[in-house]
């Protein structure tokens, strides 16, 4: 297929492809603190013709690893279950993907990544959210749309990915920009509520994700991300994206590729993995 729409795709656009059945709109509204959450805001009223993906059940994997290690609150499901779930939303290798929340992008950047992780790059996040699409007048259903099973293949990842390994080496040898998602205050240890102990990874900078939004709740220009964010690292091929656990490090990763700074690469276990083990050094407040 030729390739539409890889990053993001503003209101008027997807207005004009709402009917197109060679499009998938998916609903990735969720709330940390009430998972429920996004399944009823869908109930409610939803894009129409969108389905509904749950963070937690849909775009996350079991958080015991193989060998019986804690590998974060939202790790990384396993390829092939991922690639079944996409065939059940209608996906297929031509289809054109589109994600939405109402958190600007906090967490339909996360089902972006993931699908860029299986080599699907027809895929983009819808600026703005379902509040951008609701203030422009267009319309909300109710309705939940009957599905034909997609034929989406796994290829070749377009992303690359960390591992806890590759970040505890980084401590020492400092060859990558460690970047954390989180707000400053969790950042620098303090009003930790998600996981156990507060602080960060020793070295890594704070770039809060929402800074990559405007007053509207879109994302800045190109040339606004690109500026703050040369400020932060100097080659985005060398810098690893982190949060609490794998989900707002993706919108920095969107972000990125909004301002043409590609090539970061994701550590999807992030602090919840990284704090749960002792042995790891922690920094708090605003040192390294």
């Not at 080599?119 to 819808?126: E, R, S, T, Y």
């Not at 500026?227 to 982190?242: G, H, L, N, P, V």
């Not at 590729?257 to 002792?278: F, H, K, N, Q, R």
């Amino acid at each position: 297929m030729s390739v539409l729409f890889t990053s993001l795709i503003s209101v008027d656009e997807l207005a004009e492809h709402i009917e197109d059945e060679k499009w998938v709109i998916l609903d990735c509204r969720h709330d940390l603190s009430n998972p429920n959450a996004g399944r009823s805001a869908y109930a409610e009223g939803h894009i129409p013709g969108a389905q509904f993906v749950h963070l937690d059940f849909d775009l996350s994997g079991n958080k015991i690893n193989d060998i019986g290690a804690f590998c974060g609150r939202h790790p990384l499901p396993d390829r092939s279950i991922f690639v079944a779930k996409l065939r059940s939303w209608g996906i297929s290798n031509d289809t054109q993907v589109i994600g939405y929340d109402g958190q600007g992008g906090m967490f339909a950047a996360r089902l972006w990544w993931m699908l860029r992780w299986i080599g699907h790059q027809a895929v983009a996040v819808l600026d703005g959210g379902i509040p951008a699409w609701q203030a422009a007048g267009k319309p909300v259903s109710t309705g939940v749309p009957s599905v034909r099973s997609g034929a989406i293949q796994d290829q070749d990842p377009l992303v690359r990915i960390a591992s806890v390994h590759d970040v505890q080496a980084n401590i020492l040898s400092r060859l990558s920009t460690l970047v954390d998602a989180r707000s400053a205050d969790r950042f620098r240890g303090e009003n930790e509520t998600l996981d156990p102990i507060g602080g960060h990874i020793p070295g890594a900078k704070n770039r809060f994700f929402k800074d990559n939004l405007n007053e509207q709740g879109c994302f800045k220009s190109p040339e606004q991300l690109h500026k703050e964010w040369a400020q932060i690292i100097t080659d985005s091929r060398k810098s690893i994206m982190q949060c609490g656990s794998g989900v707002t490090a993706c919108h920095n990763l969107l972000a990125l590729e909004v301002a043409g700074m590609t090539g970061a690469a994701l550590y999807a276990g992030s602090w919840s993995e990284w704090c749960i083990d002792p042995r790891r050094p922690i920094a708090t407040g605003d040192r390294d």
